[in-house]
């Protein structure tokens, strides 16, 4: 069958008549002048290929997302010279190619998005995490693939359970041990952590990451100038701050944020991420689906994520909120395995030996997955290292609750900056887990 494609600018309309002589492979529908007529155009289903002239400005991570959710493939037409930020998902071919092999990067490029049918899927807020590599590559300059990083997505229901918290604690404890790490507020519903640490930043450093990322051919360099750069007990720390009011939810698109963490990776030996609490896909049932998707952050954090810590509150709201949000992390991003981790235990609010009783009831009522922690509730050490915008090591070193964090970190408290040089953080394990995380 013959493969309907839409041209975009005046290099790829030139190719019409060499395309129609073919008589077959592919047949254009229609020559766009704008991009805004290409994306009205493969909204309506008319195209399986967009065909864009070289040097189109607008052409982001986040666009061929949008035409992928279309079922459109993009194939880009250069100017002959390597490609300096590539678009993962984009066939590259040269300009100056007979339009047989135009035509044949064409199919390429819709075979590899496939028929579409995973599109309205679980994965449908966001394309796939690695893409196939083309067949054959255009002249387009190598780009560094993502580093070994790790990606850990501190996540939990609703009700203010303490995921920047620990999220915040975590990254200071392997920071302090002197690791390169990340800290990303990704929270799409209430960003927090640059308040947490006291930066008046109102840049929303993610924001900034995925605008420049959204270009393509972002990397780890390139975030690092964007990150600011904390310092904790004589360890640094880099933070990408979220944004500065809920309404911004949009610039954080999930393609550009895909990209993001994959700078992050050789940026830092571990990326943590603080996600927003909603998984919910709501915006898939509305017709305009390819509206920008609010929780496609979160969902995209989590997808992209090595590990993932499920923060609950510990108590008789926060425990069945919990066995609900599991249910539903299973539902949407079924390759994440989190580490069940209950925050603000005390007995008033779950009777006498807490832990115990937690325990219990989970096992009675809660999934199979096992609590890896409990972390308890230390409202004075909390308030404390708020108040002073910084992480509890520094506030409140000896506290129940920062030795707990350590812990979960599995950082050993009292050994800070002894690290060995060449021993990097990806060795070091989380409890609750037999094996070193996973990468
Ligand atoms: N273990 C704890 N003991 C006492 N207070 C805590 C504990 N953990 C967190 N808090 C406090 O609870 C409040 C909420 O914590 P936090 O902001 O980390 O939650 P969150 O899940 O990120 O909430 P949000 O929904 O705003 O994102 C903060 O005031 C924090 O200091
Ligand atoms: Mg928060």
């Not at 070289?54 to 993009?74: E, H, M």
């Not at 609703?158 to 990704?186: H, K, M, Q, W, Y």
């Not at 600011?228 to 698109?253: F, Q």
Request: hydrophobic share 45%; with cysteine; net charge negative.
């Amino acid at each position: 069958m013959s493969i309907p494609v839409i041209t975009l600018g005046a290099a790829a309309s030139a190719y019409v008549p060499g395309l129609e002589q073919l008589r077959g492979p592919v047949t254009v529908v229609r020559r766009c002048q704008e991009l805004p007529e290409l994306v009205a155009a493969c909204q309506t289903g008319l195209a399986r290929a967009a065909i864009i002239a070289p040097g189109t400005a607008g052409l982001t991570a986040s666009l061929v997302d949008r035409l992928r959710f279309a079922g459109v493939a993009v194939v880009a037409l250069t100017d002959g010279a390597p490609v300096a930020d590539v678009l993962d998902g984009v066939e590259y071919v040269g300009s100056a190619v007979e339009p047989e092999v135009l035509a044949e990067a064409v199919s390429r490029a819709v075979e590899r998005i496939g028929d579409g049918s995973d599109r309205r899927g679980a994965l449908a807020y966001a394309d796939p995490l690695h893409l196939p590599e083309t067949s054959s590559p255009p002249p387009v300059s190598p780009v560094e693939g993502p580093g070994e990083g790790r990606v850990v997505a501190v996540w939990g229901p609703s009700g203010s359970p303490g995921r920047t918290t620990v999220a915040i604690n975590i990254a200071a404890e392997l920071a302090a041990a002197g690791g390169s790490v990340l800290l990303v507020d990704a929270d799409t519903y209430g960003a927090s952590i640059g308040a947490s640490l006291g930066l008046l930043d109102e840049s929303a450093g993610l924001a900034q990451a995925c605008r420049i990322a959204d270009q393509g051919g972002f990397s780890g360099p390139a975030l690092g100038r964007v990150a600011v750069s904390v310092a904790i007990k004589g360890g640094r720390l880099r933070v990408l701050t979220g944004i500065t009011r809920p309404d911004r939810w949009p610039e954080l698109r999930p393609a550009a944020l895909g990209q993001v963490l994959d700078a992050a990776r050789s940026l830092a030996d571990v990326t943590v991420v603080d996600c927003g609490f909603c998984l919910e896909a709501d915006e898939e049932l509305s017709f305009d689906t390819l509206a920008p998707r609010r929780n496609g952050a979160a969902l995209r954090c989590l997808e992209a994520a090595d590990s993932v810590i499920a923060v609950g509150g510990a108590d008789a709201i926060g425990v069945p909120r919990m066995v609900k949000a599991l249910a539903e992390l299973a539902e949407r991003v079924p390759t994440a395995v989190p580490r069940v981790v209950f925050n603000k235990v005390r007995a008033p609010a779950a009777g006498r030996s807490p832990e115990a009783q937690l325990r219990e009831a989970w096992e009675r009522f809660g999934p199979a997955t096992p609590i890896t922690a409990f972390l308890p509730a230390d409202h004075a050490a909390a308030d404390q290292a708020l108040l002073a915008g910084t992480a509890l090591l520094e506030t409140a070193p000896a506290s129940a609750l920062r030795i707990a964090i350590a812990d979960l970190a599995e950082v050993p408290v009292g050994e800070r900056r002894r690290r060995t040089p060449g021993r990097r953080l990806r060795d070091v394990r989380f409890p609750g887990k037999p094996d070193r995380l996973p990468r």
